[in-house]
């Protein structure tokens, strides 16, 4: 088992920034590729951004690409994502997430949140326009 818990969301001007953290216990999250979702009212949940277990490969939602930055300290057990540039519709939930990835080394990264193994309880951000 694995327990993950997000921090760092708040309230936030457009153009400005946010580092959120996502922090586990119960098992180290060096087997795990992780991932970043977000959830805003009355949407499905979506994903933004995720990295292998290893953190070397990376990807992002258009949507995000360019003002997000995913990464990963696997001796910390944490992963962060850096959000620049915030605009009102960043505005949501968002989640972290882990997946088992059994291969030493794997670069696999998964876009799709029904590969996930757990989650997170999520942290609210509010971009002010």
């Known amino acids: 088992q694995v327990q993950l818990v997000e921090s760092g969301g708040g309230l936030v001007q457009a153009g400005g920034s946010l580092r959120l953290s996502c922090a586990a216990s119960?098992?180290?999250?060096?087997?795990?590729?992780m991932g970043w979702f977000r959830q805003a009212p009355g949407k499905e949940r979506e994903f933004v951004t995720a990295?292998?277990?290893?953190?070397?490969?990376?990807s992002y939602s258009d949507s995000v690409k360019g003002r997000f930055t995913i990464s990963r300290d696997n001796a910390k057990n944490t992963v962060h994502l850096q959000m620049n540039s915030l605009k009102p519709e960043d505005t949501a939930v968002y989640y972290c997430a882990a997946k088992m990835s059994l291969l030493l080394g794997s670069s696999a990264v998964y876009t799709d949140r029904n590969r996930y193994d757990y989650w997170g309880q999520g942290t609210q951000v509010t971009v002010s326009s």
């Open positions: 119960g098992r180290t999250l060096g087997t795990y590729a």
């Open positions: 990295i292998s277990r290893s953190g070397g490969a990376t």
